[in-house]
């Protein structure tokens, strides 16, 4: 039988009003043309696998993810394109986010609570777990 009791469940911070928004997502474009492209795909190189085409992101219900798209180089689907994630940032309230890992097993995994969207950009630059395969 299990034990009943309270859990203490900290309140959703409200969502962010459109221009928060929009700046947070110019903000992580701009980390990714400046930074994670030319550090992590500065050229494609097609192979017989996957291989990386590009470096991206997609915002939904107040989270960031940075994601990376491979096309195939099998000849069973020769061409065929799919995105990966690899790291998000979820905002919990205003210019303070967690940052997450994903992975191997598709589930997120926090590594970083509550830093600054500036301190989340350095986190991912710097911590190679954060970084695309």
Known sequence: ???????????????PNEAEKRRIVAACDAFIRDVL???FLPKITPVKWN???????VW?????RFMQRYRS??????????DAPFTRIVRVGPDRF????????????????G????????IIEEDGHLHPL
């Open 1 to 15: 039988m299990k034990a009943k009791g309270w859990v203490y469940v900290a309140p959703r911070p409200a969502p």
């Open 37 to 39: 492209k030319p550090r």
């Open 51 to 57: 291989y990386p085409i590009d470096i991206h992101g």
């Open 60 to 64: 939904a219900a107040g989270r960031y």
């Open 73 to 82: 180089g099998h000849k069973d689907n020769l061409g065929e394109e799919f």
């Open 98 to 113: 967690d940052i997450d890992w994903m992975r191997h097993t598709g589930k997120w995994w926090r590594l970083y609570s």
């Open 115 to 122: 830093v600054t969207l500036a301190e989340a950009f350095k």
